[in-house]
């Protein structure tokens, strides 16, 4: 990984300005970005902020430069682990914590993190091992005995498990989970009755986790109580309708309740969830097949076998309904196959030796025949193929037997599924929340592209400015973009390109404006500080910049938001961000994009009804605004003002933001 540094901090310009000669002493990337090996703790903080905003790439390339400027500090190993493990480098990540507990062994949060990162690896005693390490330091933390008797039912150390959620609930007695995880070890051996016993007790406590719905389902389907499995997964899937398993398995239940169509739509329904779903393709092909829907099941089964090139079951299947709907030659081809692998499958020499007679090939008809007729008169084992029955399934696994060929797949153990207890996946400021408030338009060289709008967005301002700037384009965009490794060096090299230019230009005018450009290429790293600074040296010399003070309002607040979640008290600084926006109103009252900027910060501020006034006046403006529909809906649900909230809501999905609907399904009456 190429280190950017440089050799200087401030770069003094000698420009000819007017009757006499001005010095303007700018500053140039007053960051970790120039002097990484002289402000690690600046690197740090540009890293997890990276992290913050999800940007793991980015974040990491700070985190190898602190790395090369202080090996010694655990820090930016951890850190760096985080950003590997969020990034699926489970092996990485467990590589970073080592180097880090080397570094200092006292640490709760490394153990945790390589205790999470084993256990995707599925080390679970390793995994056990470094939970026992961080109880040691706390042994109050719940996280960490939920995780350690998780990796104890996984490792098959049921008794072990037991023991230790006993101990867990007499700490923390109204803690659902802890008896899904006691149910789990029942089931485990065998001990249903108590399984249930426990599921009902954390239905009384929390009878809002799906999974725990889901969960009692599970044991009524292994009971064959289609009724009562499906009254949970109803209950699951009302809760959480982004499952596709709920629906797998309450398909299972209506089809023994022979209420296909709801087997059916429920089917449709996983495969939206998860198009790769190999039980909703089979089954569903099956299904479909029942019903007389042959080509759409022969679909179905051609996706299992992409998944599944070898899976015997689905080529039958498939050969049956090509048999079905005319293609014998390609019927002959799957019936083939399969016979290669199972030379006594009765059914399949028949029905092979039917499409033979009927292209003509006696011959090859009246061998398949032959040795059919040799078969039922040796072992008298061949009969008529049972039609498909509501009780006939079989396990995933079972694919010994191809004369079970037609019968609805089930996986071979139900688990219940739990959730590992981790800060270090997903973004900070989701965790527990379920809604957030779209974020702020910026400035960017990358034009906006998402599910609202593809084409490019106005303003006077910024207009003026590319007209004047005549170098990277830069458009109006409120959509923080990832950047690839590739992404992120091209970026620092044109960092490199404009603070060189800057040194040696000889215009103050010219000069400024590639300060705008670097601050806005500051803002594609998140270098958020180093933008402020090129945009207060920009604002000394153009104090009306509507750009610049929506630019430098950006990125305040992104650095605010940041530190509030470590803690951090940051009203002080909220109000320059609210100055920042006052004054670019001052200048353009008619700006739609600033008034939704400055209700954003209202509602980051839970100021909800400033920010609905603001969102109102955006609105005004720009009558297609979707995000400020959004967001107003959100403050106004926050408010309590469900129906006004929901209005805008359908408003925004009716513009294109389809995420609206999620919100509108749970707080519809």
């Not at 960490?144 to 104890?152: D, E």
């Not at 829907?293 to 039958?316: G, Q």
């Amino acid at each position: 990984m190429k280190n950017y540094s440089y050799s200087f901090l401030y770069t003094p310009l000698h420009i000819g300005r007017g009757k006499g000669w001005v010095f303007l002493f700018l500053f140039i990337l007053h960051s970790s970005l120039l002097y990484a090996q002289y402000n690690t703790d600046r690197l740090l903080t540009i890293g997890r902020s990276a992290l913050y905003y999800e940007d793991y790439v980015l974040s990491m390339q700070y985190f190898n430069q602190a790395i090369s400027a202080k090996p010694y500090l655990y820090e930016p190993w951890f850190f760096r682990g985080i950003a590997k493990y969020n990034l699926d480098d489970f092996v990485g990540a467990e590589a970073d914590c080592n180097e880090a507990i080397q570094r200092n062994p006292y640490v709760v949060s490394i153990y945790e993190l390589r205790g999470i990162a084993r256990i995707q690896q599925k080390k679970y005693t390793e995994a056990i091992s470094d939970y026992t390490k961080a109880l040691r330091y706390d042994p109050e933390n719940r996280s960490l005995w939920h995780n350690r008797a998780l990796c104890r039912i996984r490792n098959n150390d049921f008794d072990q498990a037991l023991l230790e959620i006993d101990s867990m609930i007499a700490r923390w007695s109204r803690y659902a989970p802890l008896y899904m995880m006691q149910a789990d070890a029942h089931m485990q051996l065998k001990d249903t009755a108590a399984a249930i016993v426990s599921i009902d007790k954390s239905l009384e406590i929390d009878p809002y986790d799906g999974r725990t719905w889901a969960a009692r389902s599970i044991i009524s389907l292994s009971r064959e109580e289609w009724k009562e499995s499906e009254e949970y997964l109803n209950k699951s899937i009302h809760l959480l309708p982004k499952e596709a398993g709920s629906y797998i398995n309450r398909a299972l239940a209506r089809y023994n309740l022979n209420n296909l169509r709801g087997a059916m739509a429920d089917y449709d329904t996983a495969l939206d969830l998860d198009p790769n779903n190999f039980l909703g393709h089979y089954n569903r092909g099956l299904l479909r097949a029942q019903v007389g829907d042959d080509n759409r099941a022969i679909t179905d089964f051609d996706f299992v076998l992409r998944l599944e090139p070898d899976n015997m079951m689905a080529l039958f299947n498939r050969a049956v309904l090509l048999d079905r709907t005319g293609d014998l030659k390609g019927a002959i081809r799957d019936y083939s196959k399969v016979i290669d692998e199972y030379p006594n499958f009765w059914t399949g020499l028949e029905f092979r030796a039917s499409c033979y007679r009927r292209l003509g090939m006696t011959k090859q008809a009246e061998r398949d025949e032959f040795t059919v007729y040799k078969a039922r008169l040796e072992k008298h084992l061949y009969g008529k193929q049972p039609r498909l029955n509501k009780r006939q399934m079989r396990k995933r696994s079972d694919d010994d037997d191809p004369e079970k060929y037609n019968q609805l797949v089930v996986e071979d153990e139900r688990e219940l599924e739990h959730e590992y207890q981790s800060e270090y996946r997903g973004r900070v400021q989701n965790r527990k929340i379920d809604m957030e408030f779209l974020p702020m338009f910026a400035l960017s060289f990358e034009p906006m592209r998402n599910d609202v709008r593809s084409n490019v967005l106005f303003d006077r301002h910024i207009d003026q400015l590319n007209q004047r700037l005549h170098a990277r384009t830069i458009y109006i965009n409120n959509s923080q973009k990832a950047l690839g490794e590739s992404e992120s060096h091209s970026y620092f090299a044109y960092l490199d390109t404009l603070t060189t230019e800057i040194r040696h230009e000889q215009q103050t005018r010219r000069a400024v404006d590639k300060l705008m450009l670097r601050a806005v290429a500051f803002t594609a790293i998140q270098n958020y500080e180093s933008a402020i600074d090129d945009l207060s040296t920009y604002l000394q010399e153009d104090t009306s910049s509507v750009a610049a003070l929506w630019l430098r309002s950006v990125c305040q607040s992104r650095i605010n938001q940041f530190q509030a979640s470590e803690g951090t008290n940051v009203e002080l600084k909220n109000a320059n961000v609210l100055a920042d926006l006052n004054h670019a109103l001052a200048i353009d009252g008619q700006n739609a994009y600033l008034y939704y900027n400055r209700a954003c910060l209202n509602a980051y501020r839970k100021d909800y009804a400033h920010a609905i006034e603001d969102f109102t006046r955006a609105i005004a403006l720009d009558a297609n605004l979707a995000e400020a529909y959004y967001n107003r809906g959100l403050c106004a649900i926050y408010q309590k003002q469900i129906e006004a909230g929901i209005s805008d809501l359908s408003k925004a999905g009716e513009l294109g933001l389809y995420t609206a609907y999620s919100i509108i399904k749970k707080y519809r009456k």
